[in-house]
């Protein structure tokens, strides 16, 4: 078996925690000879700014170009609220997301049958929702140009972000959806607002061209706005929703939360194969944040994390049985009725970080 | 008294139907004595379209600017999907909200109890909502230049929309957030990205400083993505929402959609006091759109068209006493168990929109 490199970047708050039981599983499916990671760490966020005075390093991020797969836990804390701009804990994020080149985001938002309850909308609406938000990653508000703030002659600023894409970037995002739902439904929403963007105008028509070559998938186009208000509305119509940096942002936060159990959500960047090689860079993390306020107490759900690990083991390794079996023990962990402290219910036996990875662990 | 001008644009679909209701309201509050209103009435969206070859013609917008208040139905239909985008039904809205330069809509989302249990999200969660987004709207991605689609050397195309803001615009709709909140509970959280978004760090520094002016008031800051999933999580922990023209159309949205009932909710977006007289332009619309799909049929509902003037008898006539009365007759009519078809429920009777209508007039 190939060595594969593994890049663990645990970050800040309960980053740190979660991916302990990342590493042991790690460490348990090499000694079983399931697999042969090799593992590497750094620095990321504040952990980093600390150490270095910086969100990342360089040499950070040349470690996380050269490994096969990127394991990032959370990053940012009430602690470096005021560091320059250019070095708050999410620069480090944005920063490998552009340097990789990891364009396509994947956020699964599953509504897992033993937690449908935990959902703040009722329960026919989510019980057994399963929705993929296809988030273009490395464009878009995020990184155009110009992107600052000036001082005016009469005392006041001006701030300016801009809005761009290319048809390349929206073609390729498009590709990635299709491909997707073939494997699912075989339904796509593209979500935009041309009704007030240019930007949304040629996503729309870009993301209709691509869909020519997919004829065997049904493509709608909804209104960002309208997208939002619907999934609130009746999420399970939707399968895959392709969408831009920031609408997806918002979008995939608003699934996730539909699902009751951010703790439980992983996602997949992924970078355009390799010519040669027919690798992709990948970068898998929780939706989650480093939620500061239970940081290193032990009671952290760790789930999000080892599914995000699942997800590298589907999409970088092509484990596809080992992820399905992975997804399966914590699936069948909840069912047992452990439940951590973010997703504690009546009847239900709350645990701490370390037993829900230990139980997970286990079952496989 | 006064006469009082009020400039109606039914615009298309529903518009129309639900426009008639209010005429008769007006109608009906002249003939008391109560108001001695001077209405007029022009084309916007498609309707404009088919007449003018515009969304809206100069003339149109010039009777808008001149009117103490413009009561504005819906815009926008199939039939216009592929008219030229300059002219799209949208580019109605979106010049009459420039050149009134009405900067301040406020869009409440309010969960009526005799329809809690419309809402998606679960009872207790929603019973007794009462949110009100302040959403910046005459400036940011909507209306920023470079705005623009070029063709590139390589065959490709590249959009771009700019997203920007200059202090002053930031300050004003703080202040109207802030005032309100007084009017309230006293609490405002302010919505942005400022971890990736320039304009999102101006937005915070200007909100923060107009902050010092209002101590008795409680600033928050909130991510918009946390903001989203905020809202559908616990929707009752906010009161008062202010956030910028991009951020404050998704949310706004969410928020409306936690209702149960989006046919309930109006809008007003004022402008800044004219420094001699003190008025200022104020537009009132529905949350809601033209929802092509059910127009011409008679079901519509009037009430966010109906509590839309209620907030102009409000907002531009500080006719405090019959807004309220007629808010109240607007409740009276839903406890009675008079639904229109999207609010239907089991046991409640099911009429139509002129029904609706004369059952609220009735009630005053
Ligand atoms: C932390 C932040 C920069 C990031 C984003 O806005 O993309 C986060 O919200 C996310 O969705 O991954
Ligand atoms: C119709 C559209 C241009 C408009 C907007 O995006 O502002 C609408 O969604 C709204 O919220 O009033």
């Known amino acids: 078996m190939a060595t594969h490199s593994l890049f663990l970047l645990p970050g800040d708050g309960i980053g740190t925690e979660i991916m302990v039981e990342v590493e042991k599983l790690i460490a348990w499916t090499n000694q079983e000879g399931l697999t042969d990671f090799s593992t590497d760490s750094g620095l990321a966020g504040g952990a980093a700014y600390d150490q270095h005075g910086v969100a990342i390093t360089d040499e950070d991020v040349a470690k996380a170009k050269a490994a096969d797969a990127v394991i990032f836990g959370a990053v940012g804390g009430p602690k470096w609220d005021n560091v320059p701009y250019e070095h708050r804990p999410e620069a480090a994020l944005l920063r490998l997301r552009k340097e990789l080149a990891v364009f396509a985001n994947l956020r699964p938002a599953i509504c897992y049958p033993a937690l449908a309850d935990a959902s703040s909308l009722k329960r026919e609406l989510v019980e057994g929702l399963d929705i993929l938000i296809v988030r273009e990653l490395t464009g878009g508000v995020y990184f155009g140009e110009p992107k ?20 390349y970037e929206i073609d390729r995002i498009a590709r990635v959806a299709f491909d997707l739902a073939r494997t699912r439904s075989g339904k796509v929403h593209s979500a935009d607002k041309k009704n007030v963007m240019k930007s949304g105008v040629l996503w729309d028509e870009v993301v209709k061209n691509v869909g020519k070559d997919y004829a065997d998938v049904e493509l709608h186009h909804i209104l960002a706005d309208n997208a939002a208000m619907q999934l609130v509305r009746t999420p399970k119509q939707f399968d895959v929703m392709v969408t831009d940096n920031l609408f997806g942002d918002i979008l995939s936060d608003v699934a996730a939360m539909l699902t009751g159990s951010l703790g439980m959500l992983p996602s997949a960047s992924l970078g355009a194969p390799d010519p040669v090689t027919g690798k992709r860079k990948a970068f898998y993390e929780p939706v989650h944040g480093s939620a500061p306020d239970i940081a290193g107490q032990g009671i952290a759900n760790p789930i999000a994390m080892i599914a995000s690990f699942a997800m590298a083991l589907r999409y970088s390794f092509n484990m596809i049985e080992l992820a399905t079996k992975l997804e399966g023990a914590i699936s069948a962990v909840l069912s047992d009725g452990l439940r951590t402290g973010d997703i504690a219910q009546d009847n239900r036996k709350t645990v701490g970080t370390e037993e829900m990875g230990a139980a997970i662990l286990a079952k496989l």
């Open 148 to 167: 600052e703030i000036t001082d005016l002659a009469n005392g006041q600023k001006r701030a300016v972000d801009t809005q761009v894409y290319e048809t």
